[in-house]
């Protein structure tokens, strides 16, 4: 045998070429299998087996010729009994290693069958992929003749259904929309699992294993066998061959561009492999484009196919449970079916689907089959189709199964039909990190959470009830981003101009088009008010309940703003910023009804806060005489009151207040006020590795401050250890008192905040700040990463500026920030506009410094 070091040089050069072989990449299937042959035609050189009743067979991807640059090479060791043979399987490894072919193995016996199959599903489904490698032959097929036979006995119902559970497990774990912005290739929906797990269900089904000795892939196997069969004809067979090659071929890149096994596609990643395909610069997102049309043809497959074996193992109901809906489909159970077999309208789909709203039914197969080809010839066909919206109008007015049922029209391509101007927005990329899917899957899971509210009991939930019909808030959040493909900035007003084309073409009125156009021309404006706006300013209320023509824009605004919200990501909707959001809604509810201005309800919501708690305390009272901001009484609770009168009355010239909430730790901060207060408190709570959510500014007008600030930790981003408190605390006070060097601690800390930052996911690095001229200050948004310290920078400066904070709102968006600070100059007065322009070149010079 050639020397072990001699092999892996060839082996490593061997595999170099085909690594640097462009042209050979462009096929993902053909590389995979030539990357396959190779691994296996080193192992067969190097490994030769001593035992007659061992049998090395490859396993996992490497069994199916589907090995990505550096995928696991996974071996299954099979003996009929293990007995001592450890010694010989950890030569064979050894070797491999040394080789630097890096394998993983598992060794099993024939009792491990029936073992794993009443113990591991994973390891279950790696015995229907393995592939004879060396060893003796006979063993292996007696192997794979004990297997089936097992299975054969087995509940075969029970074996698929337990597969169908373990995609609705990866799902969770990955994500099951086949449109996150950053999937991962392999097992979020619409990745290559999705076609693997079928595969199994087949091979459990029908008795048979795919792993054949040609040299092409098991997935061409597989789409090969349901061609012949005729359970997909040429058509279909070519979406999923070119669908699944375009995953593969991602994955295949992926790994290169990396260097090493990696299957989330991230945004660094996608940009690198697009300039690997050939799109042009910058036209990274065509590339993602085409991989989401592809994922999801994947996607919607590997669901067809599950639902064909749901139905295969469900009881067969009587013709007699049959009911007629028309004269084209009838129901029998909750199974729709078409009674002809010619391919459909446009009108006849969308009747498909209204029954199925209706009667929350499943497609059966061959309907299902002949609406996916009917839309793919209206798709190519040149001339358009007269049709009616009426069934489209009624869907929306459903009482459920609303989102699910667009949301599968949007899966089968049909909404693109049905309303032109979506197809933009299907698989419109949306950048960044606050936004986790394409703008088509955003829009259908907004419409999902707010259709789910019906089974929530909370105040949102019971607003959402107690609207009747709900088609215009509905149609609203469909069209709420249907501008973003032309404008992501101003996508609001471009949209509602387009709602109004798309309502007059549904045959809706006047009067809801204009509802409609209201609803998606605001989408983000209570948002902004909410998160970025102090809500206790009478100013602000007035300004906003200004917009609503009526209560009823208010209550649908409300829902259609949580819907938006709670479907960007995970991490966006929190109950901070759903108290928020409620707070701002009620207010302004109360206003209109009562037809109040902002002065009179912040009055009189105090004044009865006031008497309710404090109304025999005299100091308390004197106390709140003193603070300029009514919000004051809001924001803390009656003891915390009470705790500050008790501090001032002591004297105390430094109060330091914990308090822990849902998702936050509070620090409050009671002293006087002096010179960058605010600034020396940030940099405190920042050199302590604090990321600042929210803070507020109180000023009594004997110039005692009470700052409060809402913190996590800024690595977990979970609350406060108690045994930091007293290290906090000292350093506030070495703050308050100038014995605490801020700018000397901060450039020490900045360098251990890099290291951390450069290790999590990319952060935009766009700085965007604006001014508005508010009637009492004037308001600075600062737009940036959300970093530590960042708080502290902007602060620093504006009091270098001469610029006093009176109110800071932070609000953030996953990694985005967007820090509100309503200011004055030190002589009370407003900024100039002419002033703008200095500030803000100053304000993005440090931000880009942190940065």
Known sequence: MENSVNIKSQFLEDRNKL??????LEN?????????????EYIIKIVQPQSPNCVMAAAGGFSRRELSPYSDIDLMFIFPKIEDHEKEIREAITKLWDAGIEVSHTTREFSDIQRFMNEDLHALTQFFETRFLLGNKSI?????????EIIEKANKQQLVFDLFDDVEARYKKYGKSPKVLEPNVKFTGGGLRDIHSVEWMYSIKNNVLLTEQDEITHTEIFLNNLLKYGTINRKAYKRLYDSYQTVLNARNHLHLVEGRKNDR????????????????KNNWKEFMYNYFRASTVLNRFSKTMMKRYKQHYATVLSDFLTIDLDDDFELKGNMLIFKNDNLLSISEIMRAFYYRAVHDAFFEMSLRSLIIESIHL??????????SSV???????????VAKTLSSMNEFSFLDILLPEFKSLN???????????TADEHTLVALQNIEHLVFEDNHLARLYKSIKSKDLLFLA?????IGKPISVAGHEIIGAEIANSVMQSLGYGQSEIVFVQFLIRHHLTMEQIAFRRDLNDPATLDNFISIFPSIKALDYLYILTYGDLSAVNPQVWTKWKADLLQELYMKSKSMLIEQLSGEELITTQSNKIINENFDNNSSVAEHLGQVDDVGYIFHFSEDEINQHVIEIEKGSKIAVFFKVSDAFTNISILTKDSDALLARLCGALAINDLNIHDARIFTRKDGIVIDSFNVTDFRTNDLIDEARYSKIEKDLKKAIDGELKIDKEFERVKSKWKRIINASPSKTKKIIIDFEDQENFTIIDVHAADIIGLLYTITHKLAELGLAVSFAKIATKVDDIIDAFYVLKNNGQKLRKSEYDFIRSELTTVIKGLL
């Open 28 to 40: 993902s299937y053909r590389f995979c299998v030539r990357h396959s042959l190779l691994v296996e």
């Open 140 to 148: 292996y097929d007696e192997w794979n003749k004990h297997l089936f």
């Open 378 to 387: 209206i798709e190519a066909s040149t001339t358009p189709e007269v049709t």
């Open 477 to 481: 959040a469909l069209l709420h981003d």
């Open 19 to 24: 690594f640097n072989d462009e042209k050979l």
């Open 265 to 280: 596609l991230e945004f660094e990643q996608q940009e690198l492999i697009a300039d690997k395909l050939g799109y042009k």
């Open 391 to 401: 069934f489209f109008r009624e869907l929306l007015k459903l009482p459920a199964n």
């Open 427 to 437: 698989g419109f990329f949306q950048t960044g990190v606050y936004h986790c899917y």
